[in-house]
């Protein structure tokens, strides 16, 4: 989603400013811009799409300045057109933002009656008119920015430079999250650390309602009740900040083949010796029951966890999507775990799920992919899922590593409510752990599912199916298709077949079928062979036991390694991973940053 970049440097400030943001655009975005103050005075130059056409507006038409801010926007009010893209300016002031500010027709109408009008359709530009508005009424730049936050609703970041100031820069944060980074004589503002790496490795994170008043030589913080605060330099590991496709032609299959790996790292983590370690504060036996809470790629991440939590620890497990959960205000009854899983842990939804659940639910976990995010911080105890920087829009290494720590977290539930006994919890750990090697063996079929991918590529709609655990992997594989294919793709538990999707069936749709050879495997047959019955197009995915016993009539078939009850939805997850980016490839779509999709939802 939007990314936010400031500069106040010692050199020209506009190509770096816009190196900065491509170290934003994984975020996803739709337009970009920049603003510098020059002798005094505001500047700005703005253009939709990628950064190689604002990179050419530059080229033709120079932005001078030391000082500078800049954005990649996410259209949320009004198309994504020059006009809408961000910097906003009104006067003496322009702004960058990231977030919503839900009052801004309110706004609007007051400031009308002040005489500004707005000329973009965003709610952006109201900040801009606003701070202008108590500029001329006599306040300088930090009482202004004071009096115009008191006066926002929503959830936003925001970065504000002056006319006339060459050595300021006011940034705020109430809901999303900023990253003030300290230089040698220089100062920067940035979206997240990874914006401001080839600068800084010194970040000072904001804290909620805080405002910064930022020059080049430091920064002057104040808190929500507008006192002085102090917030640390913290320093950010270089490793943390690579961005680096490592000789992939994506970020997407770069991140698809670091699996195996980061998956042995995270159960290095929470199972160094072979057995479930998580901190002692997760104390399952005060839990009856769990609420699992996420959105997107999450969602499904829970909604596999729920069979091994049920049918593993015997624990009643409830798994709802973040942006329904909220505002359906459930009743969370007593004794029960909340578990929120974010990869960015800024999801704008899964967040505010996660403040309603808070003084209800006898503890808040987190499975986050960064450590200093508001879920992370939020939460009682935040478990990181230790997949390292994911840059492709579409999520893969954060989806495994979400599946692994959870299938740990429900074997140490299982122990603790003695619902298995040891040589259940062996059996299970062993296959947990042959997963990376599983995995492994199933990237060397790249080429293969590659062939697969040219059938799906012609097709206008595929249908997934799946049982038990398979039925989560379904559904996360008709997501990952639909993103970055753009084709429409629907996932149906394999029993739900006969009550509508087959009237769909006939022979250019194809049907592709996880189906693992274990207890539910005859069933998934069964609803198989009725796709099969009327000439639909069956693409199964199984391994060498399944393939003995029901490859008849398939129109293809991918033979994975065989898998075990945890192991199955993780590796049966990368055949899902690579059909849909080989299909991409085929159609030539935009891999890393799907159109109209955002890496980070900040907003609701
Ligand atoms: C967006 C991303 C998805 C992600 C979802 C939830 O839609 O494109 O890849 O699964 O947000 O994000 P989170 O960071 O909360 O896991």
Redesign the pocket.
């Known amino acids: 989603m939007c990314g936010i970049v400031g500069i106040l440097g010692q050199h020209q400030v506009a190509p770096i400013l816009v190196d900065a943001l491509k170290r934003l655009e994984y975020r ?1 975005y739709d337009s970009a811009g920049i603003a510098t103050v020059n002798n005094g005075l505001l500047d700005r130059r703005r253009a939709v799409g990628k950064l190689v056409n604002l990179s050419d507006v530059l080229v033709h038409n120079p932005l001078a300045g030391l000082a500078g801010i800049g954005h990649t926007r996410w259209a949320t009010h009004g198309a994504a057109n020059e006009q809408n893209a961000h910097p906003h300016a009104c006067g003496p002031v322009t702004v960058v933002h990231n977030g919503i500010i839900e009052n801004f027709r309110d706004l609007r109408e007051t400031l009308s009656a002040h005489g500004y009008s707005p000329v973009t359709d965003t709610d952006t530009e109201t900040v801009a008119m606003l701070c202008a508005h108590y500029l001329a009424q006599g306040h300088d730049p930090k009482a202004a920015v004071q009096a115009t936050i008191a006066e926002l609703d929503g959830a936003f970041a925001l970065l504000f430079l002056f006319e006339g100031h060459e050595n300021l820069m006011i940034a705020a944060r109430k809901g999303s999250p900023l990253a003030i980074g300290h230089g040698d004589g220089e100062m920067y503002v940035g979206s997240d650390a990874i914006a401001l790496a080839p600068m800084t490795d010194q970040i000072t994170y904001l804290d909620e309602g805080d405002i910064a008043f930022i020059t080049r030589d430091g920064a002057d913080i104040i808190d929500a009740t507008g006192a002085p605060a102090h917030r640390d330099i913290q320093r950010i590991e270089a490793q943390a900040t690579v961005i680096d496709k490592a000789g992939h032609k994506h970020f997407m299959t770069k991140e698809i083949h670091e699996q195996p790996v980061v998956l042995s790292e995270a159960l290095a983590r929470y199972a160094p010796n072979g057995i479930p370690a998580l901190p002692e504060a997760l104390d399952f036996t005060k839990f009856d029951r769990i609420l699992m809470v ?6 499904y991440s829970c909604l596999t966890a729920k069979y091994w939590f049920e049918q593993i620890a015997r624990i009643p497990c409830e798994v709802d999507v ?1 942006s329904e959960f909220r505002y359906r205000e459930p009743p969370i009854a007593p004794r029960t775990l909340a578990i929120f ?7 704008a939804d ?1 967040l505010a799920a996660l403040r309603y659940a808070k003084d209800q639910a006898d503890m808040i976990v987190s499975l ?2 960064v450590g200093t995010s508001s ?1 992370a911080r939020e939460a009682d105890l935040a478990l990181a899922i230790l997949a390292g920087i994911e840059v492709s ?3 893969t290494k ?2 495994t590593n979400q599946l692994t720590v959870l299938a740990l977290l429900a074997l140490a539930a299982a122990q603790a409510k003695g619902a298995i006994d040891d040589h259940g919890l062996a059996s299970h750990m062993k296959d947990l752990r042959q997963v990376p090697d599983l995995m492994r063996q199933t990237l060397k079929l790249d080429n293969d599912i590659a062939s697969l991918a040219k059938t799906l590529a012609p097709a206008p709609s595929v249908l997934f199916l799946g049982r038990g655990v398979m039925f989560a992997t379904a559904l996360e594989a008709a ?1 990952k298709l639909k ?1 970055l294919s753009y084709i429409h793709a629907e996932a149906y538990a394999s029993g739900e077949l006969k009550h509508g999707p087959i009237a769909l069936i006939e022979p250019a749709l194809p049907v592709v079928v996880f189906a693992p050879h274990d207890r539910l495997f005859d069933k998934t047959v069964s609803n198989m062979q009725e796709v099969m019955a009327r000439h639909g197009q069956v693409m199964l995915i199984t391994d060498a036991q399944g393939r003995a016993s029901a490859s008849d009539g398939t129109h293809s078939l991918l033979e994975l390694p065989a898998t075990g009850d945890l192991s199955g939805p993780i590796v049966y997850a990368l055949p899902a991973q690579l059909l849909a980016y080989h299909t991409a490839m085929a159609k030539g779509t935009d891999i890393d940053q799907p159109r109209n ?5 900040t907003v609701e």
Request: glycine share 12%; with cysteine; charged share 10%.
């Open positions: 996803g996420a959105c997107g790629t999450g969602y973040a899983v974010s990869q960015s842990g800024e999801t899964t986050v992919n879920i829009v579409a999520s954060a989806y997501l993103e999709l955002a890496k980070s939802v």
